[in-house]
């Protein structure tokens, strides 16, 4: 008999949601007093079983159940969310995690064969800064430290200020880097966020890698003329070549396979009702799991770019705002988690993931790591419609439990 409880799971998420939810949703906004009531929380519920509990130098919150091995296996989450963000984004790993956590040691009388530890990193979502992982990236090492001295929230308080406010020194972040020591495997859960689940009407899925991104703006440079004197065939319209992306890079992304490609943004100068475009700038975000895939897709951007600058009579250029790598899972835990997806409900499905997740920084530091998403209903997240059925709760709990075993085992194996 387990003694695994996943309707607990869904207990406390409502509990917490009632504790740091109001009409418009979670307001657990990292570094804020609502995620410091959070962490009291989550202590709270920690102390009821034999873990060692500290936060570390960047303020990700560990629970460790110490086993026969130093080896460990990780579980993590994030408690922060996005201000009126949904119930289950984050928490719902994280809540998971403790049940898990009282599963094991429960059936090891609290010696487990492996270490099990759990985290909650902090900031995950970013809202507040402009910077997601603050807390994963931190511990990965991947932290840009310049950039993120610079940052600041909508009132001009600096990230260094604020993190000093909640006791973390800004300068000191990365010595969160020795928890990773004995780090021998990591896992998430995660609601889907997106559609896909949803639309194959499947509660699971086991997630092949967070996607690389490329992310660029793209400026052409035409000419201002008068919008009645210029006659159609002598205009440089800055804006005509531009648009041509805009129908283009669906053609891109449906030639690369799994890749999406978005123009998030357009912008005119002079901007005014009476003069052709002279300038217009786009913004293209492009993603894909295949890291040769994603340098095709920009590569046939810029190429489709200067043909239709050329066709127009303008001028195009490029700068590149942002770029990272496809993060690929470990192949043999994303067999252990489709093993135990099936198990549990029988069918699995694997996906990437659009959106990045703390996994994405775990897997760059080196550690096997997978994810398993549970379906969102509407496909929506980081609102308060976010939700996921009831059942479907209980089984992606049961399911990762299934999944630690496995990873408990493998890492011993190890
Ligand atoms: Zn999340």
New binding site residues.
């Given amino acids: 008999m387990t003694p695994l409880d996943p309707r607990r799971t869904i207990v406390e998420l409502k509990e917490l949601r009632a504790l740091t939810g109001d009409a418009d949703g979670a307001q657990r906004v990292a570094f804020t007093p609502g995620w410091v009531a959070t962490r009291a929380w989550l202590r709270a519920k920690l102390a009821a079983l034999p873990v060692e509990v500290h936060t570390d130098a960047a303020g990700n919150l560990w629970a460790t159940l110490r086993g026969a091995r130093e080896q460990a296996l990780l579980i993590g989450g ?1 408690m922060d969310s996005v201000p009126n963000g949904g119930w289950l ?2 928490c719902l790993n994280v809540l998971a995690g403790v049940e898990i956590l009282r599963r094991i040691n429960e059936q090891y009388h609290g010696r487990p064969p492996v270490t099990v530890r759990l985290v909650d990193w902090a900031d ?1 979502e970013g809202a507040r800064f402009g910077k997601s992982l603050f807390g994963s990236s931190a511990c990965s090492g991947s932290l840009n430290m310049e950039e993120a001295r610079q940052l600041k929230d909508k009132d001009g308080l600096s990230l260094p200020a604020a993190l000093a406010k909640v006791g973390i020194e800004f300068e000191r972040v990365k010595d969160s880097g020795r928890e990773l020591k004995n780090v021998s495997a990591y896992l998430e859960l ?1 609601i889907e966020q997106g559609p896909v689940l949803l639309d194959l009407d499947l509660p699971l899925g086991a997630v092949l890698g967070t996607f690389g991104v490329e992310r660029h703006a793209i400026t052409f440079h035409g000419q201002a003329a008068h919008s009645g004197s210029t006659p159609m065939n002598r205009r440089q319209d800055a804006f005509l070549a531009a648009a041509k992306m805009s129908s283009e890079i669906y053609e891109i992304a449906r030639r690369s396979g799994n890749g999406v490609c978005t123009i998030g943004s357009c912008t005119t100068k002079p901007g005014i009702v009476t003069s052709v475009v002279e300038e217009c700038r786009i913004t293209l975000d492009q993603r894909h799991l295949d890291a040769p895939a994603l340098a095709r897709m920009l590569a046939e951007a810029k190429a489709a770019s200067e043909r239709f600058a050329q066709e127009g009579c303008v001028r195009v250029s490029w700068e590149r705002l942002w770029q990272i790598e496809p993060r690929p899972f470990n192949p043999e835990l994303i067999e252990l988690c489709a093993a135990a997806i099936t198990e549990t409900c029988g069918v699995c499905h694997r996906l990437p993931s659009g959106p990045l ?1 703390d996994a994405a920084e775990t897997c760059g530091a080196g550690i096997p790591t997978v994810m398993m998403f549970v379906q969102s209903l509407h496909g929506i997240s980081h609102n308060k419609i976010e939700d996921t059925k009831e059942e479907h709760l209980a089984w992606c709990v049961t399911a990762f439990d299934q999944l630690a075993t496995k990873a408990m085992a493998w890492v011993a194996q190890r």
Avoid: L, P, R, V
């Fill in positions: 994030h984004d984050g995950e995660h997740h």
